[in-house]
């Protein structure tokens, strides 16, 4: 299939992400002097941005390639969940996903930065699992979504936060599968292994290696491979997605095997990258494609975002025009 196909049949797809969303809040400006009351600089601030983080940059992947995305997330009653509301306005997302809860509170990660230089970050968030009560309104609402906009693709993005309780996971699962829905996700520790009978699911190595804690050495296929068997052994998932940062990224399904190296490109910032990937391999599971297609476009869509200082969204026109140079798409690939 021509790329420029791919990405026109990439807006037919309809994706609900289920996961944490964040802030990802910037104070721009610049140092000139060390406080005196401790050994720290001052950062003068000149302006302030926010963008959207976690699984809302997720989304912005999907609605950059052009799919209808919905997003289902759980958020506290503050005033930056009002500012996430209006941000995912601006970028065209519906925010009839957003759940605000009493108690909890909306994640944001604030960055300073001086010139080019990453100066400090901080954290407001809650990590705790949702309430029993909170556990069984929000599965309630994301079933709801689900059930109304029938995606083409389901995709879970965990970054341990506390929306995606073992409850939520095993639910939303039962009803996908009930409605024949592929399930995509991108896990992290806490529960690694909550996510049975997917149809892919894509940890980097470093997640791998944490949740099955396993001594997995960068550029050890054969201790890779075991690794993949064994977590595939304990999830019944149907396909697994590796990234390797710069060892590329490997991917398994039975009968199905499939290593590539990453390409090489002018790496400026790697922020941001496994939402890309997990993006462009959920939408490429949506459309039925063959593991080694999945796989390529995935692992060349991680690194054109590399390419771009800050978390960005992956460019359509560069990932078609990209697609068609190395010959992605075609029937050998």
């Known amino acids: 299939m021509d790329p420029k196909e791919t990405l026109e049949r990439f807006k037919g797809i309809t994706a609900l992400v289920v996961g944490d969303v964040m802030l990802d809040a910037y ?97 407001e968030e809650m990590e705790h699992d ?44 039962a009803v996908a599968h009930e409605l024949r829905i592929p399930v995509a996700v991108d896990p992290k520790r806490r529960h690694f292994f909550d996510y049975r009978e997917v149809d892919l699911f894509k940890p980097n190595l470093k997640e791998l290696r944490e949740g099955l804690k396993a001594e997995l050495p960068a550029g050890n296929n054969e201790l890779l491979r075991g690794a993949v068997r064994l977590l595939e052994s304990h999830l019944a998932n149907k396909a697994s997605l590796i990234t390797l940062s710069e060892h590329g990224i490997y991917a398994h399904r039975t009968g ?26 959920s939408l490429c599971l949506a459309l039925g494609m063959p593991l080694a297609q999945i796989t390529a476009w995935a692992n060349l869509a991680g690194g054109l975002v590399c390419e771009h200082v800050g978390v960005v969204p992956v460019d359509p026109s560069a990932l078609a025009t990209e697609a068609a140079r190395l010959g992605i798409g075609s029937p050998a690939t």
């Not at 601006?90 to 230089?117: F, H, N, P, W, Y």
């Not at 995606?151 to 993005?157: D, G, M, N, S, T």
């Open 130 to 173: 949702l309430a029993p009560e909170q556990e069984k309104a929000f599965l309630h609402h994301a079933i709801q979504l689900l059930r109304a906009h029938r995606p083409q693709v389901l995709i879970f993005e965990d970054y341990d936060k506390g929306c995606l309780t073992p409850g939520v996971i095993a639910g939303l699962i």
């Open 27 to 123: 104070l721009w400006g610049r140092v000139d002097r060390i406080s005196p009351e401790a050994p720290v600089p001052v950062v003068q601030v000149s302006r302030r941005s926010a963008r959207l983080g976690g699984a809302a940059n997720v989304a912005l992947n999907l609605r950059a390639l052009g799919a209808n995305t919905v997003v289902a997330s759980a958020v506290g009653r503050d005033a930056a969940a009002a500012q996430m509301e209006q941000l995912f306005g601006e970028a065209g997302l519906a925010k009839e996903g957003l759940m605000q809860l009493e108690g909890r509170t909306t994640t944001i990660k604030t960055r300073v930065i001086s010139g080019s230089q990453h100066v400090v970050r901080v954290d």
């Open 256 to 281: 199905e095997e499939v290593f590539l190296p990453a390409h090489h490109r002018n790496i400026a910032d790697v922020s941001g990258a496994g939402d890309t990937v997990i993006a462009v391999a």
